[in-house]
Structures are given as structure tokens and as C-alpha cells.
């Protein structure tokens, strides 16, 4: 998932990857964090099985803004056809 994603480099999350976790929780009020301390991930199941609660009430161009903040464009089509 592209919301985990890091600079391999350095061990930090890149700026862009922290802007698309925080418009996932715009969106549907879901954190990808499992702790307060936000230093430690949801499993993706549970990610998603949370965000599949909200998605139905999104908006057709909200639900497109967060497939692409979750996935990337690539993946976007691959998760939209699944």
C-alpha cells in the first residue's frame, strides 16, 4: 500500500506519503495508526475493513481521491476492477 511507504535512504516517510495519510483520515476519519504515538502501522486488513464501512457514503470523486491516496494511480485501476 502506498501508505506505508519510506525513503529507504533515510528511514523516513516522505512529505508525500504523510499528506496521503492524512487525507485518508480526512476522508473517513480512519488513522493508519494503531497507536496513539503513531508508531505503529493497522494491519492493511484492518485498514481496510474500517475504511469498507465508510466508503459507500463517499462521494464518486471522494472514493477516487482516496483509492488514489491509498494505492497511486497504478494501483488505483487494479483495486477499482477487484
Known amino acids: 500500500m502506498r501508505i506505508r511507504g519510506m525513503n529507504e535512504e533515510t528511514g523516513k516517510t516522505d512529505a508525500q506519503v504523510k499528506k496521503a495519510m492524512q487525507s485518508v483520515k480526512d476522508l473517513t476519519g480512519v488513522s493508519v495508526f494503531s497507536d496513539e ?46
Do not use: M, R, W
Open 37 to 82: 504515538a503513531k508508531n505503529q502501522y493497522k494491519s492493511t486488513y484492518d485498514l481496510l475493513k474500517q475504511i469498507a464501512e465508510i466508503y459507500p457514503k463517499l462521494s464518486d470523486a471522494k472514493q477516487a481521491h482516496l483509492l488514489e491516496d491509498l494505492a497511486g494511480n497504478f494501483s488505483l485501476y487494479v483495486q477499482k476492477c477487484a
